[in-house]
């Protein structure tokens, strides 16, 4: 679906974490404690046939022949779009595991985004494939664990989850 010289792109990404809880002396407070990061990488192409153009053939009629507008026009220039992002973290629980709390921040930019804009009906085309610039996501979630009762007969686990995120256009392609 895209040119041949862009056919083929790479997208790697990696990630780790480390439980720094293991490494410290055991407590009454702290029961667990872990780190986390990670970056990444990934492609997409386009829709399928979106570097070719059709081409309508004329329609008789008696004597009147017509052609209407051909529907797409191809684009033989079109490149993967690519998302590029990163996130760091820390999940840290409390009291015996009573009480919790997981923490995320989040940056996902996302490059040669593919789109099809609707075209002016004057060019003989509706619509075409382009590379139209980028999108940038920065946010983060946190959620809240507790267990208020936990015997041998009940367990009652809860759950506070906030989430933000702020989305906003990165660079255009001309």
Same mark, same amino acid.
């Given at each position: 679906? $895209?040119?041949?010289?862009?056919?083929?792109?790479?997208?790697?990404?990696?990630?780790?974490?480390?439980?720094?809880?293991?490494?410290?002396?055991?407590? @009454?407070?702290?029961?667990?404690?872990?780190?986390?990061?990670?970056?990444?990488?990934?492609?997409? @192409?386009?829709?399928?046939?979106?570097?070719?153009?059709? &081409? /309508?053939?004329?329609?008789?009629?008696?004597?009147?022949?017509?052609?209407?507008?051909?529907?797409?026009?191809?684009?033989?220039? %079109?490149?993967?779009?690519?998302?590029?992002?990163?996130? &760091?973290?820390?999940?840290?629980?409390? $009291? @015996?595991?009573?009480?919790?709390? @997981?923490?995320?921040?989040?940056? *996902?930019? +996302?490059? /040669?985004?593919?789109?099809?804009?609707?075209?002016? /009906?004057?060019?003989?085309?509706?619509? +075409?494939?382009?590379? *139209?610039?980028?999108?940038?996501?920065?946010?983060?979630?946190?959620?809240?664990?507790?267990?208020? &009762?936990?015997?041998? =007969? $009940?367990?009652? =686990?809860?759950? %506070?989850?906030?989430?933000? /995120?702020?989305?906003?256009?990165? =660079?255009?392609?001309?």
């Amino acid at each position: 679906t $895209l040119p041949i010289e862009n056919r083929s792109y790479f997208y790697p990404s990696v990630s780790g974490s480390l439980v720094f809880s293991e490494l410290i002396p055991h407590n @009454d407070i702290l029961t667990f404690g872990k780190l986390r990061g990670s970056w990444a990488q990934v492609g997409k @192409d386009a829709n399928a046939y979106a570097t070719l153009t059709y &081409v /309508n053939s004329p329609i008789t009629i008696g004597s009147y022949t017509g052609i209407g507008n051909q529907y797409t026009s191809g684009n033989p220039n %079109l490149k993967p779009e690519i998302q590029t992002s990163w996130e &760091v973290g820390g999940e840290f629980r409390f $009291l @015996d595991n009573r009480i919790g709390l @997981d923490y995320t921040y989040y940056h *996902s930019q +996302t490059t /040669n985004q593919i789109a099809q804009p609707r075209l002016s /009906n004057a060019g003989g085309y509706i619509f +075409t494939s382009i590379n *139209s610039g980028s999108v940038i996501n920065d946010g983060m979630e946190i959620a809240i664990t507790g267990k208020p &009762v936990s015997t041998k =007969d $009940l367990r009652w =686990d809860v759950m %506070l989850n906030f989430s933000y /995120n702020k989305g906003r256009l990165g =660079d255009f392609l001309p």
